[in-house]
Every structure is written in structure tokens, then in C-alpha cells.
């Protein structure tokens, strides 16, 4: 009971009276993405906290170098979203499982590059809605962290890594910082951040 009142609230936090969220749809394979994503530079990244079994969708010549990452091998749906809030506009990407389970969620920062942004939504194909089943529970946000993804190859397979980004703009830290309070997740950044 006490876990289902917790979700209702972050819910009831999360949209909040006034704001319109613009969505776009478009279906992804994870190849595409994961190609697309060290282009991006610093993102906020926001992986959701799993629910079960989670390997047995993943996709095949595919590795991550980190579990935080693993829900975006799972990814078959972007919703490319983008609000007004009364802090400025907030822009961001949920990667949906095949059940249309929210697994992981992409910030756009000040210090992310606008232009790999654009091109990693260009590469889905259009789909009407917002993806989001509405008959499942969506898991909730496990952290947020500053990230810059990298890829390298390994005996034929690739493979998805991340570092902790460097020095981010004390826009984007502030950004950053608002995106994690308005989640209800704690914010990881770099030690010298």
C-alpha cells in the first residue's frame, strides 16, 4: 500500500497543473541507438529501477560495460518529449521496452550537442502516440547521472560504456540538479563537480 501511494504521489509531482508536454513517437532498434549515442556528449542519463527478468530481451552482439546501462539495450521505442517549465523548456527522450515500459530516460543539457540530438531522432521512424502502455505500472527513476557514453568493439560485439562526464557548465549543473529534484532521484556528477 505504502509503495503504491509513493508512486501516486511522484506521479501527481511529475505533472504538474499547467504544463503541456509535446511528445513524438518513433520506433528504434538498439543498434541505432547505441550508435548514436557518444555523438550526444553530456547527457543527463536516468535509468528506471528494473522489474524482473531483463536479459532475456536483449539484443544479440550487444554489451555494456556497466549494468546502469543495460536498460537501453532494451530500448524498441523514443519518445522525443519537450515541455515548458517555469524554470525554462526541458527537453528529453524515454526508451521504451517492447512492453512500452519506461527503461531509461535522456536529458537534453546545455552541454549536449543539439545537433547529434536532432540526428538520433531522425533515425526512428514515426509512430502516432506516446508510446507508454497505459495498462503497466512504469517503473520508477533509480538515480540521475552526468554521462557521456562511449562504444568500443570487443571480439566482433559492441560494447556501451560510460564515464562520469568532466567539468559541465554551471547551467547545466543547475539544469541537471532541477531535473534530478523534480524526478525524486539523488543527482551523480564528477567529484570535482
Do not use: N
Not at 497543473?17 to 542519463?45: F, N
Amino acid at each position: 500500500m505504502f509503495i503504491s501511494l509513493v508512486h501516486r504521489l511522484q506521479d501527481l509531482q511529475r505533472s504538474k497543473p499547467g504544463s503541456t508536454i509535446s511528445c513524438r513517437r518513433l520506433q528504434t532498434a538498439p543498434m541505432g541507438l547505441i550508435e548514436r549515442l557518444p555523438e550526444l556528449g553530456k547527457v543527463l542519463y536516468v535509468p528506471m529501477c528494473p522489474r524482473g527478468a531483463t536479459t532475456s530481451a536483449l539484443p544479440r552482439g550487444l554489451l555494456v560495460d556497466m549494468m546502469q546501462l543495460a536498460p537501453l539495450l532494451q530500448t524498441r521505442t523514443l519518445v522525443a518529449a519537450s515541455t515548458i517549465t517555469v524554470e525554462g523548456p526541458r527537453e528529453w527522450i524515454d526508451c521504451l521496452d517492447r512492453e512500452g515500459r519506461r527503461c531509461a530516460r535522456l536529458h537534453l543539457l546545455p552541454d549536449t550537442d543539439y545537433l547529434a540530438w536532432d540526428r538520433l531522432l531522425e533515425q526512428g521512424r514515426p509512430m502516432h502516440g506516446d508510446g507508454l502502455s497505459r495498462g503497466l505500472r512504469q517503473p520508477l527513476p533509480a538515480c540521475a547521472r552526468l554521462l557521456r557514453f562511449h562504444t568500443r568493439r570487443l571480439a566482433g560485439l559492441t560494447v556501451l560504456g560510460a564515464e562520469v562526464c568532466g567539468p559541465v557548465s554551471s547551467l547545466g549543473r543547475q539544469l541537471a540538479g532541477q531535473i534530478a529534484r523534480s524526478e525524486a532521484v539523488p543527482l551523480q556528477m564528477a567529484s570535482g563537480d
